[in-house]
């Protein structure tokens, strides 16, 4: 059974990938277009992934999703790949210590969509953190 601070090991292993991905993208855009650099950066985590999911034995039948879970993974995927071309395109004009904090404002916005969409209520302590985060990203984004 697995334990219920699972997610956060998980997220803290999310968060220094992602932080690598914006060290490893800054390198990678230099002297190439943003958007082919995306593409490029798609592309194996389609092959890595597709590899992945084969080895573990978690391959199933697409077809055999529901309609609704097609439609959701589908604006998700839109979403990311949304994010993923500004993210580059950032990073190609901005410094990766600014345009990853400021990435990061999803945060703020995942916490209210959660809470307006999804019923997600956080606590007045997790408020607060969220409030920070955006506070920084306020200054942060603040011309001195």
Do not use: H
Request: net charge positive; proline share 3%; charged share 15%.
């Amino acid at each position: 059974m697995a334990a219920s601070n699972d997610w956060f090991f998980w997220a803290a292993l999310s968060a220094g990938f992602a932080a690598l991905t914006a060290i490893f993208a800054k390198i990678g855009v230099q002297g190439v277009d943003s958007d082919l650099a995306t593409l490029i950066r798609t592309v194996v985590i389609v092959f890595v992934l597709a590899a992945f999911v084969g080895l573990t034995g978690k391959w199933s039948d697409p077809r055999a999703l529901a309609p609704r879970t097609w439609l959701f993974l589908s604006l998700s995927a839109l979403a990311t790949g949304a994010s993923w071309v500004c993210y580059f395109r950032a990073l190609q004009l901005g410094d990766a210590s600014k345009v990853a904090p400021v990435d990061k404002f999803s945060l703020v916005l995942v916490a209210v969509f959660a809470f307006a969409f999804l019923g997600e209520r956080p606590s007045m302590r997790e408020w607060l953190g969220i409030g920070l985060v955006a506070a920084g990203v306020v200054v942060l984004a603040i011309r001195a």
